[in-house]
């Protein structure tokens, strides 16, 4: 764990500023990222929704969230599925906000013709996944010069917990994408190692026109600094607090592209922290993360 924990969180509507037409500000191939492998002795409380809470409930029937994933027997093609159905919602336009940002209110506006950015993606596909039973999260992505550039510097993408692979797999709603290593899909961070290491199998599920090299490369450098908002419960009103992934030895950023603050943020070098079992706090169990020996690689 880092121990000094700024208290704050960036304005969510301000991560997105990338859109497939911001050029990329990249030179040299990024390296593998190193993280703590042993478990923060501080502990953080996440919290989730269950999909038989009302406001789940009423977006399943809705959006007849069953019908859809009909016939998909894992949750990686369910996952998959509804990765595309809210891709095709929205055409993305990455300087429009949503007026309320929770899933009903984003579908509500993009059936009326409305256009939105990355978050809200990620925040439908969260409110859309949990509802079917698949605890889902938003992430947002940052690159290493997040203080200093004055846009583009964040892109949200969503992150899914699959019972069946007791793992957390990346999901960008934006551009219908999940990335996979051979067969096992992957996680943002180990995405970024994928990438780093030019680890052979590395490759892009979708059901859309994404070019695989285009968006690896676009993509590549927001995977520095990864955050998720403690509390993604839905239908609750509490200030959201956060907590980054921060690469050993890098800065904790406290300001976003420049002039935005960055509050009631908490760090962690710690990937077994970032990466709770979600079935385990679902269900009141305290959390057990797999004991690694002392490391400072992932």
Same mark, same amino acid.
């Given at each position: ?47 989730? +929704? ?37 891709? /095709? ?14 899933? =009903?209110? %984003? ?14 993606? +990620? %925040? ?7 509802? %079917? ?28 917990? =699959? ?17 996979? =290593?051979?067969?096992?899909?992957? /996680? $943002? ?18 059901? +859309? ?52 603050? %960055? @509050?009631?943020? @908490? ?9 709770? /079992? ?11 993360? $797999? ?8």
């Amino acid at each position: 764990m880092i121990p000094k924990a700024i208290t704050g969180i960036v304005l969510l509507a301000a991560l997105c500023g990338s859109s497939p037409s911001f050029a990329q500000r990249t030179s040299a191939k990024s390296q593998p990222l190193e993280f703590a492998l042993t478990a923060d002795a501080t502990s953080y409380t996440f919290q989730y +929704s269950t999909p038989d809470e009302d406001y789940l409930t009423n977006l399943r029937a809705t959006y007849a969230l069953d019908d859809i994933v009909a016939g998909k027997s894992t949750d990686l093609e369910k996952v998959k599925t509804l990765c595309t159905w809210v891709h /095709n919602r929205w055409v993305h336009n990455g300087r429009n906000r949503a007026r309320k940002a929770d899933p =009903l209110s %984003i579908l509500h506006d993009a059936a009326l013709g409305q256009e939105f950015q990355c978050i809200e993606y +990620s %925040i439908v596909l969260s409110g859309v996944l949990t509802a %079917i039973g698949i605890p889902t999260r938003a992430v947002y992505l940052k690159t290493a010069d997040v203080e200093t550039r004055r846009d583009g510097a964040g892109h949200a993408v969503a992150e899914a917990w =699959l019972r069946d692979q007791q793992k957390w797999v990346m999901i960008d709603g934006q551009w219908d994408v999940v990335p996979m =290593l051979n067969n096992t899909p992957l /996680n $943002a961070v180990e995405l970024q190692k994928a990438l780093a290491t030019n680890a052979p199998g590395l490759r892009i599920e979708t059901a +859309s026109q994404t070019k695989q090299k285009s968006y690896l490369n676009w993509l590549e450098p927001y995977l520095y600094y990864f955050d998720t908002v403690l509390d993604s419960r839905f239908g609750v009103n509490a200030p959201p607090s956060g907590l980054m992934l921060v690469p050993i030895g890098a800065k904790c950023p406290t300001v976003f592209q420049h002039d935005t603050p %960055i @509050r009631r943020m @908490r760090y962690t070098n710690s990937v077994t922290t970032f990466y709770p /079992n979600p079935v385990e706090l679902l269900v009141g169990e305290a959390t057990k993360p $797999a004991q690694h020996e002392a490391g400072r690689a992932y």
